[in-house]
């Protein structure tokens, strides 16, 4: 390992009761540092320029790094991990601050009350493969930097622009997007809508849906076609569609 590892073998060390209480939202949000674990996302996160500092566990034996990194014990890192399997390691990142008003691209994913760390980090995934350039996250939707969404961003929460807003933020600063929401009141055929070129496009709640606020705000109001006897489609399914649907328009223009 490179000669900045330092050894900390006490649960009462300062760094590490503070890299502890990451765990929890509300530190989170305070200090403006989040938790990313594992190789992969380790080596995404520092790729990024947003690690500050990385812990490993004693038995870590990977990838060197030009940053502070603090060894523990396997019982000490595991306190520190969100997983029942861990890799030894975990990088502690800064959010990275957007401001909605300051977007430029042409498409947007707004989620609306997204519960589930799954497919919220599977959304910002598949905005991050399907070309959509930000990602709005309206009130009731999981933490974007909680562990869970983290990984399963899969390192999109590194390069995907996060913007925390309010439904009425979507009339004032997105008033120059088509929003496109997917209900099953009065909507056309998604492959029968040409879409336009500034789209946001929202999901919502995986029980409930769609807001009625931000439902009533939607230019275009749309159904994904289905088969089978199933009600509805997983939310990050149904969003994935939704912005390759709009990616492939956008390819054949």
């Given at each position: 390992?490179n000669?900045?590892?330092?050894?900390?073998?006490?649960?009462e060390?300062?760094?590490?009761k503070?890299?502890?209480?990451?765990l929890?939202r509300?530190?989170?949000?305070?200090?403006?540092?989040f938790?990313?674990?594992g190789?992969?996302?380790?080596e995404?996160?520092?790729?990024?320029?947003?690690a500050?500092?990385?812990?490993?566990?004693d038995?870590?034996?990977?990838?060197e790094?030009?940053?502070?990194?603090?060894?523990?014990?396997d019982?000490?890192?595991?306190?520190?991990?969100?997983?029942?399997?861990?890799?030894?390691i975990?990088?502690v990142?800064?959010?990275?601050?957007?401001?909605?008003?300051?977007t430029?691209?042409?498409?947007?994913?707004?989620?609306?009350?997204?519960?589930?760390?799954?497919n919220?980090?599977?959304?910002?995934?598949t905005a991050?493969?399907?070309?959509?350039?930000?990602?709005?996250?309206?009130?009731?939707?999981?933490?974007?930097?909680?562990?869970?969404?983290?990984?399963?961003?899969?390192?999109?929460?590194?390069?995907?622009?996060?913007?925390?807003?309010?439904?009425?933020?979507l009339?004032?600063?997105l008033?120059d997007y088509?929003?496109?929401?997917?209900?099953?009141d009065?909507?056309?055929?998604?492959?029968?809508?040409?879409?336009p070129?500034?789209t946001?496009v929202?999901?919502?709640n995986?029980?409930?849906?769609v807001?009625?606020?931000?439902?009533?705000?939607?230019q275009?109001r749309?159904?994904?076609?289905m088969?089978?006897n199933?009600?509805?489609l997983n939310a990050?399914v149904?969003?994935?569609?939704?912005m390759y649907?709009i990616?492939r328009q956008?390819?054949?223009?």
């Amino acid at each position: 390992m490179n000669n900045m590892i330092k050894e900390i073998t006490s649960t009462e060390n300062k760094i590490y009761k503070q890299t502890k209480k990451l765990l929890n939202r509300s530190e989170r949000n305070k200090t403006k540092l989040f938790i990313a674990e594992g190789q992969r996302i380790v080596e995404d996160a520092v790729s990024a320029n947003v690690a500050e500092y990385i812990f490993v566990s004693d038995n870590y034996s990977g990838t060197e790094y030009d940053l502070p990194v603090y060894k523990v014990s396997d019982k000490m890192f595991a306190a520190l991990s969100d997983t029942e399997t861990t890799q030894g390691i975990i990088a502690v990142c800064r959010m990275t601050d957007y401001n909605i008003e300051e977007t430029a691209c042409d498409t947007l994913l707004v989620c609306d009350g997204v519960s589930d760390p799954g497919n919220l980090g599977t959304l910002i995934r598949t905005a991050e493969c399907s070309g959509v350039g930000g990602v709005v996250l309206l009130k009731g939707t999981v933490d974007p930097y909680s562990p869970k969404v983290v990984r399963s961003t899969m390192g999109s929460v590194f390069r995907v622009p996060l913007y925390f807003a309010q439904v009425q933020d979507l009339a004032t600063h997105l008033s120059d997007y088509a929003i496109v929401a997917t209900v099953l009141d009065g909507s056309k055929d998604l492959y029968d809508i040409e879409f336009p070129e500034k789209t946001a496009v929202v999901v919502g709640n995986e029980a409930h849906g769609v807001s009625k606020e931000v439902a009533d705000m939607a230019q275009i109001r749309t159904l994904i076609p289905m088969c089978g006897n199933s009600e509805s489609l997983n939310a990050s399914v149904a969003g994935s569609i939704v912005m390759y649907e709009i990616l492939r328009q956008k390819r054949l223009k």
